[in-house]
Nanobody, 122 residues
Framework: QVQLVESGGGLVQTGDSLRLSCAAS????????MGWFRQTPGKAREFVAA????????YYADSVKGRFTVSVDNAKNMVSLQMNSLKPEDTAVYYC???????????????WGQGTQVTVSS
C-alpha cells in the first residue's frame, strides 16, 4: 500500500505562487500515476493534474492549464505541484493521489494523502 504525505499549503494572496509537495512511500510506486485533486466544502473532489513517474506528458484540468505544473522526482519519490497566478477560486484542500490515467485524460485515484489547505485571499 502506498503512503502519501503532502506539505506546502498555506495562505497567499491573489497572483501569488505556492508549491505543494507529496512524499510517496510503500507499494510499487512505478506502477502508479501520481497527481493532485482538490476539494471545497459541499463539492466533489476534482482532478487538478497528473504525471507518470517516468515523466513525459502531464495531464491538467482546464481550470489550471498554463498556471499549474506537476512534476516528479524519482530519486526522492516526491511529486510536486507548482501553482502560479493563484486565484481565490483555487482555494481548496489539495490531495496528493496515486492512481491510473483514464481514457478521458484524467486520473482515477486509488490512494490518497491526508490533504493540505490552500487559501487564496482576494
Amino acid at each position: 500500500q502506498v503512503q502519501l504525505v503532502e506539505s506546502g499549503g498555506g495562505l497567499v494572496q491573489t497572483g501569488d505562487s505556492l508549491r505543494l509537495s507529496c512524499a510517496a512511500s510503500g507499494g510499487t510506486l512505478s506502477s502508479y500515476v501520481m497527481g493532485w485533486f482538490r476539494q471545497t466544502p459541499g463539492k466533489a473532489r476534482e482532478f487538478v493534474a497528473a504525471s507518470r513517474w517516468s515523466g513525459g506528458r502531464a495531464y491538467y484540468a482546464d481550470s489550471v492549464k498554463g498556471r499549474f505544473t506537476v512534476s516528479v522526482d524519482n530519486a526522492k519519490n516526491m511529486v510536486s505541484l507548482q501553482m502560479n497566478s493563484l486565484k481565490p477560486e483555487d482555494t481548496a484542500v489539495y490531495y496528493c493521489a496515486a492512481g491510473v490515467i483514464t481514457t478521458a485524460q484524467t486520473m482515477r485515484p486509488l490512494e490518497w494523502g491526508q490533504g493540505t489547505q490552500v487559501t487564496v485571499s482576494s
